[in-house]
């Protein structure tokens, strides 16, 4: 749709390159974390079904969003069109937009269980600024970020709507079916990633004048990522990631992580949640990394993402309620 490169174009003129340190705010927000971080500190400060269920939510939005991506095989605007000036370069494909959709999914699952009026309005805000940033920079079209916002918000309302329904039936299985039923999912998520791959991925042809394009802007955005529009493996990492968060599910569901009530506990629990998330983020580089280039690598890797949803939400608590134990003992005596 070329009219959407030149509105584009008119968005960038409207509000002027001096806007730009506005929008990479909320540009770069996402890329910060704030899908895992956000959730994790609102569990850890003691909302905890608000923090798992819209990390969540958030999780299984992101992994169809990369789906999706995958199926449309849709190029990013300045692969194809220089009807605008790009003012950053993103890989991959572009329908639907990841961000768009990713903090819509985040901020309206936060909204719903938080039930609060200024949740809505700062999930408006951030829903709609994240989105135009998007399309500021040039790394996506209108449609494609309205279409992750409208991906986003249908997602989040219908996990929303079936959530209860379904803790209800599942709290009343056995642990090895909660186990098995958790682990068979996973399994059929990225098996349908590598379906997508097989079916779609492996007959795609990769547009010279997309490289091109790429690379020429890179060069003049002083971007050093290199070109690359998908990588099957990453099913496997949706699986592993989703897994995780299934075990840290049956995990609170069975009542076997301790809730953390006391305000300064609360503080100590972000402490240590922090400490451990970031130990957890910055493994890959410190533990799996050297094994790039022996069979380890990727069951490894799987393992260490595995973790991060059960770092978050299991380990953390339990850590905290150790330390807590500990000290108090320690006045006692």
């Not at 999706?68 to 194809?80: C, E, G, L, N, S």
């Not at 220089?82 to 991959?92: E, L, R």
């Not at 040039?138 to 803790?167: E, M, N, R, T, Y």
């Not at 380890?296 to 905290?320: E, K, Q, R």
Request: hydrophobic share 50%; aromatic share 16%; with cysteine.
């Amino acid at each position: 749709m070329p009219d959407e490169y030149v509105l584009i174009r008119q968005i960038q003129e409207f509000f002027g390159e001096g806007a730009k340190p506005i929008f990479g705010f909320f540009n770069t927000l996402w890329g910060l974390g704030i899908a895992q971080i956000l959730p994790a500190i609102i569990f850890w400060l003691g909302g905890r079904k608000i923090g798992y269920r819209a990390g969540l939510f958030t999780d299984i939005s992101g992994s169809a969003g990369t789906y999706a991506k995958w199926i449309f095989t849709d190029p990013r605007p300045f692969y194809v069109s220089d009807a605008f000036t790009p003012f950053k370069v993103s890989t991959g494909f572009g329908m639907p937009s990841g961000n768009a959709q990713g903090i819509a999914s985040l901020m309206v699952s936060i909204s719903i269980y938080g039930r609060r009026y200024w949740l809505w309005i700062t999930a408006a805000v951030l829903i709609f600024f994240v989105g135009l940033a998007r399309v500021y920079y040039g790394v996506h079209s209108p449609a494609q970020v309205v279409v992750g916002w409208l991906a986003g918000i249908a997602i989040a309302l219908a996990l929303f709507k079936f959530a209860d329904p379904f803790v209800t039936w599942f709290h009343k299985r056995s642990f090895y079916f909660q186990a098995s039923f958790v682990l068979g999912l996973s399994i059929l998520v990225t098996l349908i990633g590598l379906v997508i791959n097989q079916l779609v991925l492996q007959n795609f042809v990769v547009p010279e004048a997309w490289i091109e394009r790429y690379n020429e802007i890179a060069v003049a955005t002083d971007e050093e990522d290199p070109f690359s529009l998908f990588d099957p493996n990453d099913s496997y990492a949706i699986g592993a990631y989703l897994f995780g968060f299934g075990i840290s599910g049956i995990l609170l569901l069975r009542n076997l992580i301790p809730e953390i009530k006391t305000g300064r506990g609360k503080a100590l629990n972000l402490f240590v949640g922090l400490l451990l998330l970031y130990a957890i983020r910055n493994s890959p580089g410190i533990i799996v990394k050297p094994l790039r280039e022996t069979i380890l690598f990727w069951p490894c890797l799987l393992l260490v993402l595995a973790a991060i949803p059960l770092v978050i939400y299991a380990v953390t608590p339990l850590v905290t309620a150790r330390i807590l134990a500990f000290t108090k003992s320690n006045r006692a005596n």
